[in-house]
């Protein structure tokens, strides 16, 4: 039976994780799963969550099933903070188990309709989006976006290959905060991307996962909301797992616009997602719901998600003091950003100094703290001149 089965690599972005863990040096330091730390190096709970799972402790009447939607109230509360206040109708919402399960629900969803469908993605990406698709049945086109040696989008580029994409392909776009490198789209350059795809009839697949990381809850929605005001079919994968630190909840949504499709495309969602997970697990959308009913847990997790999003940019610029090589991380948003070091130079940072990224030579910029900025760029200069 599981004779055709190839060997699988473990994922080398979670591996980090154990590697971290089991190195015995002292002064080591963690840059690499996407995760926020506080400058003392720690990933508290958000107090606004606390606040929310206390409620839900003492109120929460039963632990019955919901619906194959999720919670419902979680995606009507979710839908102005997403796509702006009065925004949003008609859009078919789903909650997800995270982005990941948006991104291979919204896969499962086209290659459903249009079997082996093109989908255009820059590179570099997260590494999981590839796999993603192609699991689903995708075919995956790539482009190139960003350049790491000059640090700089290739926008120019971006835009010859999507004018030559075809009706009903599919365009992955990052909302905000671009993993891995931290290199965003302008508003101008969103406003040409989203007229072109609507020119050509594509579909955006817009990934949202760090919103409120970048410059704020409405900023970090700007290039999305421009699409939505471009296209008639948009697809979007919404992570709840950074900004409101729910991350191994698994807590997010798949919001699909599809105008005069709509009641074909829910059903055919609904059936999907029941076929793969079934429900969404409850307890994370439950407490974002929970926080987003109540003012006061509402201003709490704003406050919160602030500090993260100032201190996060307090790191990028403190790298960008220290040394002019960094200098293009200071306009760069969100947790990453992506080095020009070669493999041999992220193993050498791992090796010599106990500094762990990504072998692509992403950071995870909250992996820093304010004692430790000064560590990491003396290696990281040691790395660049050895
Ligand atoms: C990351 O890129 O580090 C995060 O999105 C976590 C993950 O699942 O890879």
Aim: hydrophobic share 45%; glycine share 10%; net charge negative.
């Amino acid at each position: 039976l599981f004779a055709g089965l190839k060997p699988q690599a473990p994922d080398p972005l979670l591996s980090l994780i154990a590697l971290y863990k089991n190195d015995p040096r002292p002064q080591k330091i963690d840059l690499g799963v996407g995760v926020y730390r506080n400058d003392a190096g720690d990933t508290p709970v958000f107090a606004a969550i606390k606040g929310a799972e206390r409620v839900l402790l003492e109120t929460q009447p039963t632990k019955a099933y919901l619906g194959p939607e999720g919670d419902l109230g979680f995606l009507e509360l979710m839908t102005p903070v997403v796509f702006g206040e009065g925004k949003g109708d008609g859009l078919i919402a789903l909650q997800t188990p995270g982005g990941t399960g948006a991104l291979r629900l919204a896969a499962e969803l086209v290659n459903a309709s249009t079997p082996g469908a093109r989908i255009w993605m820059g590179t570099p990406s997260w590494p999981i989006h590839a796999p993603i698709f192609r699991t689903a049945g995708l075919a995956v086109e790539t482009f190139g976006y960003f350049d790491v040696a000059t640090q700089r989008v290739c926008f120019d580029e971006m835009m010859a290959a999507l004018s030559a994409v075809g009706a009903d392909d599919v365009v992955l776009l990052h909302g905000a905060c671009h993993n891995p490198t931290g290199a965003d789209l302008s508003i101008q350059q969103w406003r040409e991307v989203a007229a072109l795809l609507a020119a050509r009839g594509a579909v955006p697949l817009v990934d949202l996962a760090y919103q409120g990381l970048g410059d704020g809850l409405d900023a970090d929605a700007a290039g999305l909301r421009t699409v939505m005001d471009a296209c008639d079919r948009v697809l979007v994968a919404y992570s709840c797992d950074k900004n409101f630190g729910l991350y191994r909840e698994r807590t997010g949504a798949l919001f699909v616009r599809a105008r005069g499709e709509e009641e074909i495309v829910r059903s055919n969602i609904l059936q999907l997602a029941r076929c793969a997970w079934s429900m969404p697990p409850d307890h994370g959308a439950a407490a974002v719901r929970v926080i987003l009913e109540d003012a006061a847990l509402s201003a709490q997790w704003r406050t919160e998600l602030d500090t993260m999003r100032e201190r996060i940019n307090q790191v990028r610029h403190a790298l960008a003091d220290a040394d002019p090589r960094l200098e293009p991380l200071r306009d760069q948003r969100g947790l990453f950003s992506l080095l020009p070091l070669a493999p041999s130079q992220v193993e050498a940072m791992r090796r010599d100094h106990a500094i762990y990224m990504a072998g692509s030579g992403r950071i995870n910029l909250a992996g820093l703290t304010t004692a430790t900025v000064e560590p990491f760029v003396q290696a990281l200069a040691a790395c660049l001149q050895g």
